[in-house]
């Protein structure tokens, strides 16, 4: 089996136990926002493969949706909401307000996709490929190691849109034992909308700024966020403790996501060349690992289970 149906059929499972757990625990909201996600991934992935003629998938999934070459992979869509949810598990672990829990859920999942898209234009011939461009480890205000730098931006402005307007909606009802489906269909269709005036205009000011724009703005955006996570690690380390129940569905799926990339940056002896990178790659990986392990002393993460 390739690198591409391994990592496909990997992203089923994972996202399979994640969707168990979620209704093993009745956890409508996360749910709904995976349902939200879901649909804002498989919408803004298929309309930027026919608009855009910026990329386009390889045929060699197993399961794919839409017409060659505008095809998608069908587990891309679901991982779009899965994940969404299970950075966001770990953003609530902070006390954050609404604005800056949506910008470190977005934080979590383009930090993963640092190394998860390096490894993925490369293995088997690519998981996608970019058109017209050369894939290489040059980092410029062009692309990182030939990932464009809207790509990484896109991220986050569909993850924390999503995110937003959920806990937004959460806030003004009684959501425990109920799910509206229309509402995180809406919630969905709103996230598209605005990811997709977002990019239209990211990739306006590209044009005019010979790509400047998108690396500039997710560098600041990305260095923000980092520096008020930093200090909320900081400030948290007396109620986070590595006691008490795990999440075994977040911790599989984090582990899973980390454990593949890093093994495709070793076979493609990127981890071994690039240090700093491989560094970088490394404290992500076990980071994050950490995060998913531990839990609040206090057990005050009731925001997503509607208590």
């Known amino acids: 089996m390739n690198w591409i149906n391994t990592f496909e059929i990997l992203c089923y499972i ?23 996600g879901c649909l804002a991934g498989f919408a803004l992935e298929l309309l930027a493969v026919r608009f855009t003629s910026i990329y386009h998938y390889s045929n060699d999934f197993y399961l794919s949706i839409g017409i060659v070459p505008y095809q998608f992979p069908l587990f891309g869509g679901l991982m779009w909401g899965a994940i969404t949810v299970c950075a966001l598990r770990i953003a609530l672990k902070f006390d954050f307000d609404k604005l800056m829990t949506a910008l470190l859920t977005g934080f979590l999942i383009v930090s993963m996709d640092l190394l998860l898209d390096v490894i993925a234009i490369r293995l088997d011939g690519g998981f996608w490929i970019w058109e017209g461009r050369v894939v290489d480890l040059t980092i410029n205000h062009h692309t990182f190691m030939s990932v464009l730098w809207v790509n990484f931006l896109g991220y986050m402005f569909e993850v924390p849109a999503i995110v937003y307007m959920s806990l937004t909606y959460f806030e003004n009802i009684q959501y425990k034992n109920h799910f509206n489906l229309l509402k995180a269909l809406i919630i969905g269709f709103f996230g598209v909308v605005f990811v997709s005036l977002a990019s239209a205009i990211s990739l306006f000011f590209n044009k005019i700024t010979d790509e400047w724009f998108s690396f500039v703005a997710f560098v600041i955006l990305y260095i923000f966020i980092f520096i008020r996570f930093a200090k909320a690690i900081i400030s948290s380390k007396n109620i986070l403790t590595f006691k008490g129940n795990k999440d075994y569905p977040l911790i599989i799926f984090w582990v899973v996501i980390y454990t593949y990339c890093i093994c495709g940056l070793i076979k493609l002896e990127i981890l071994q060349t690039k ?20 839990c609040r002393k206090d057990k005050n993460i009731n925001k997503m289970k509607g208590q």
């Open 14 to 36: 994972i996202v399979a136990i994640l969707f168990v757990d979620i209704l093993k625990n009745k956890n409508y909201k996360e749910l709904s926002i995976l349902i939200s």
């Open 275 to 294: 240090l700093i990178y491989g560094i970088f790659s490394i404290l992500l990986a076990v980071g994050t690992i950490i995060l998913s392990l531990v």
